[in-house]
């Protein structure tokens, strides 16, 4: 493979490379000394050159056939903004996690978070003070929404251009490494959000470099990253040497690959499976765990099996179904895509197999999806919300703003007690007030009047609702920020104590993170939306009931499992709701037989007390 940027040579000279396929010249522009370095092409169009006396923080430009000047497309550091010169960094940092390892993924619990609104300060070493909150909390992994470098302050980083920089106000790539240090040495991971699918409408200078898009293809951005196009093994090369730089640079320990359905590819090896081989081979080559989870709305199996067996050898995918189906029993809301989630019967299929669509019609007409039920359940990250399904709402509610209190923990634990891979959202774990708006901060006049006029237009159907707020208002950022002093007392302190209590469950009974289908069996009364979950592994047992119906309580007995079994925790205890609502009995015979009540939207979990 081709390296790109900027590269330190043994020699004390610094290597530059930028691949330039539609220039007939390129120069190197270093503004320190205002001097223009003639740069050499080969045959595939990358243009290099070696340079003496260049130091960190050096800034320069790339001059295209004697006119344009333009910031290097794999510059690591962009001080200015995405229309600014690049910069030079130290690749060397003082690390002291030397032979951490991210948990596999069956003891994974993860935490999605937003650099800009997580703190008030907003950058990654604000981050920091909170990591003994988030241990405290029990979450093994932190995800970090997309942090390449997007115009100004405010985005939530689906606008990057820069893919390789680290968003200058949030504390480039030193506050980065800072932060994935301080996270390692508490023992947490941090997996990074990248978007590989499109770039960003403002700064994106790559057409001025090269074919990186093709107009084979249309989609929601406009034309399609070239992935398969004549020179498409460069465009290819420019997106994995982005994910290994943050590997080797930045020590990530994992990622999240945004709409992978978007990567148009009909080569024979798709890029989706050629990156994700790539990662894993370095993962090989430096004795780590890396994991490659993506966002993909076509519920293909093949996505998740090896690449022996012709699948794309993903470790994981989100299943979004999850989220669809509880929040269409919780909501009722059926607009939209879910509209295909809207049968309780739903529910128990997505426990069962995954996959709620294996070749049935959708609401759209169409047949979708793929059998999933002999995947292990490792495999999936579900979430009851996530910064799409929360921030692409008109007014940015959360799951909690939309439901009653009980409904939001019934979610909780539904999520958190599956046999899936959990995924919180920055706030949830206290019932956050604060809503997560779309917010951003371009530059363009026009495309920020385009971005206000898409959003009308996009909830125009609501309009009885209202107006969406302003993107590009510093208001809707400062809305989105997180108030974490709420977490000190009143209902939130409640939630707070609820949701570490799950996960405290979770983490101590191997039932609940068994990866293999034949530990899980779920029971269902359709009619009374009731649902049992039955896990197992090796001595361990765990029964969770859980009552969907939002009005009547279920009497029922617990599925026999032929051992005394505890109560362990009630959705419903006093801790909890502020209300004394004590189920019994603490303890259950089912040799002699036994009935309890599950109230509405609530659930009880019995096991094997330890």
């Known amino acids: 493979m081709q390296q790109i940027g900027v590269t330190q040579l043994n020699n004390g000279q610094h290597r530059f490379t930028v691949w330039a396929k539609n220039a007939e010249t390129v120069e190197l522009h270093l503004l320190k000394s205002d001097s223009y370095i003639s740069m050499q092409s080969d045959e595939r169009g990358y243009f290099s050159c070696e340079v003496e006396g260049v130091s960190v923080g050096d800034t320069y430009l790339y001059r295209i056939d004697g006119d344009k000047e333009r910031p290097d497309p794999a510059s690591r550091h962009q001080p200015e903004g995405v229309h600014g010169a690049s910069a030079v960094i130290d690749e060397t940092f003082n690390w002291t996690d030397e032979g951490f390892n991210p948990p596999t993924l069956r003891n994974t619990i993860i935490y999605e978070l937003h650099v800009g609104t997580f703190t008030p300060e907003g950058t990654f070493e604000a981050i920091i003070p909170y990591l003994d909150y988030l241990l405290k909390l029990g979450i093994t992994t932190i995800e970090l929404m997309p942090i390449a470098e997007f115009p100004s302050n405010r985005n939530w980083g689906y606008d990057g251009v820069q893919l390789f920089a680290a968003h200058s106000a949030y504390g480039s790539v030193d506050g980065l490494r800072n932060l994935v240090n301080a996270t390692h040495e508490k023992g947490i991971a941090i997996y990074l959000d990248v978007v590989y699918n499109h770039l960003g409408p403002e700064g994106n200078y790559l057409w001025d470099y090269a074919p990186y898009f093709t107009q084979k293809y249309s989609g929601v951005w406009g034309d399609s990253l070239n992935f398969d196009d004549a020179y498409s093994a460069e465009v290819r090369n420019f997106f994995i040497q982005n994910a290994l730089y943050w590997l080797e640079v930045c020590h990530i320990d994992g990622f999240r690959l945004d709409a992978t359905h978007a990567l148009v590819d009909f080569s024979p090896v798709p890029i989706l499976e050629e990156l994700t081989q790539a990662i894993h081979e370095w993962g090989d080559r430096n004795s780590k765990r890396v994991h490659v989870i993506a966002e993909n709305d076509t519920s293909d199996r093949r996505n998740l099996l090896p690449h022996e067996a012709n699948g794309v050898g993903l470790d994981g995918v ?20 879910y509209a295909s989630f809207g049968d309780f019967a739903d529910m128990v299929k997505v426990l069962r197999e995954g996959f709620v669509k294996s070749g049935q019609v959708g609401a759209d007409g169409r047949k979708r999806g ?8 490792d495999r999936f990250v579900v979430c009851s919300q996530n910064h799409d399904q929360i921030g692409n709402r008109m007014k940015g509610e959360r799951l909690e703003h939309l439901i009653s209190w009980d409904g939001a923990k019934l979610a909780a634990g539904f999520c958190l007690l599956s046999p899936y891979v959990p995924l919180l959202f920055m706030g949830e774990e206290y019932a956050e007030s604060n809503p997560f708006l779309y917010f951003t901060s371009h530059g363009d006049p026009a495309l920020i009047e385009g971005v206000r006029q898409g959003r009308l ?17 510093e208001s809707t950022f400062d809305a989105s920020k997180l108030q974490h002093h709420l977490r000190d007392s009143g209902k939130h302190k409640r939630m707070l104590t609820f949701y570490q209590d799950l996960i405290r469950l979770r983490k101590t009974h191997p039932a609940l993170t068994s990866p293999h289908r034949h530990d899980t069996q779920v029971l269902a009364d359709i009619g009374l939306k009731l ?25 029922t007995a617990l599925p026999d499992t032929g051992q005394q079994l505890s109560r362990l925790l009630s959705s419903t205890d006093v801790q909890y709701s502020g209300e004394r609502k004590i189920m019994k009995p603490k303890t259950l015979d089912l040799v002699d037989g036994g009935m309890i009540e599950i109230s509405p939207l609530s659930f009880v979990v019995y096991g094997i007390e330890h």
Do not use: K
């Open 318 to 337: 989100w299943l979004d179904d999850l989220h669809h189906v509880m929040h269409t029993q919780l909501t009722g809301e059926l607009d939209g895509y």
């Open 457 to 473: 237009e996009e909830f125009a159907y609501f309009a009885e609702q209202g107006t969406p707020p302003d993107p590009q208002a």
């Open 531 to 555: 649902i049992w979950l039955v896990r197992h592994y090796q001595d361990d047992v765990v029964v969770i009931g859980f009552n969907w119906h939002h009005r009547e309580p279920v009497q």
């Open 370 to 377: 793929t059998y999933s039920g002999d995947i292990p359940t």
